[in-house]
């Protein structure tokens, strides 16, 4: 047993959390993670009310521990807030707020059904504005995490956020796969960890297996941090860029972003024909530099208990060397 004050804030018995990735996880993988003890985030982003009612109350069917519903805040409309509260998960997780968003003005609305915050930053400034608008758990996001991330390194990243919010559990996302980065990040000061390709490559994550095997062969070099598939898609995603697998679609349009600009409408095409087809060579790819750590596709749940039974002997074990 690992207890921290994320799990006693959250309710849970293992510091293990799965991130609330969009189109990455489902009611399984979200019920999984909680049934082995761990906090299972179904991400909402991009979903209408009536998905997120019904993938709430699909997880319900499978799981009576606690979970997380989220949405990435710069997209989220009020329709898609409101059912994310009105499903009433135990955690509202949120992200990449715009600088004039209303945090508090949210925040004070989750408490109000019931839930606690997670919010997740990529700075320190981001961290005392989700602390000053009421959040209950910081997740600490470094750049090494697949999708959309910032550029501090979590290894830095997590001790500046915890000194500077000492009151306030903090979660260290972004490079962390077993339990070494647990233990890790329980040093760095954190109060668990949360993961996001790892549980990718489960046979519970909705992505095609052909995804799941680039993460399963990639040794972790060969992802990068760019604009394009923000250009492609025409989102402004305030601060962040995006970590994805170097395949030959990004490998075609580096250096010619100006050109992507342009012809975003037919490439956004392509890569929704891409996406259909399961074709990863031309599919934007979010993964994490973890893909190095990641041999094979597991259960949720085998990944949680592994996760927690390596970081517990590593955290007793440890011995001054000769
Ligand atoms: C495919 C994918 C989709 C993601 N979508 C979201 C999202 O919708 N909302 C969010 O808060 N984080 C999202 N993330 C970030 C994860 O929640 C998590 O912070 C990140 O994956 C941690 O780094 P790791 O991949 O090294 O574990 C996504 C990550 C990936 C890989």
Known sequence: MLKTRATTRLGVTHPVILGGMGAGTSPALVAAVSNAGGLGIQGCAGRTPEEIARLAETIRGLTERPFGLN????????AAVAA???ARPTVLSTAWAGPTYDLAGLFARAHDAGALVMHMVSTVAEAHRAAAAGADVIVAQGTEGGGHVGLMGTMVLVPMVARALPNLPVLAAGGVADGAGLAAALMLGADGVLLGTRFLATPEAPLPASYKQVIVE???HNTLVTEIPDIASGNVWPGAYARVERNRFVERWLGREGELRYRQAEVAAHLRQARATGDVSEAILYTGQTAGLIDAVEPAATIVERVVA????????WQEQA
Do not use: I
């Open 310 to 317: 390596e970081a517990t002997a590593l955290l007793r074990g």
């Open 71 to 78: 949405l990435l805040l710069f997209l989220a409309d009020e």
């Open 218 to 220: 990639s040794d972790g």
């Open 84 to 86: 994310v509260l009105t």
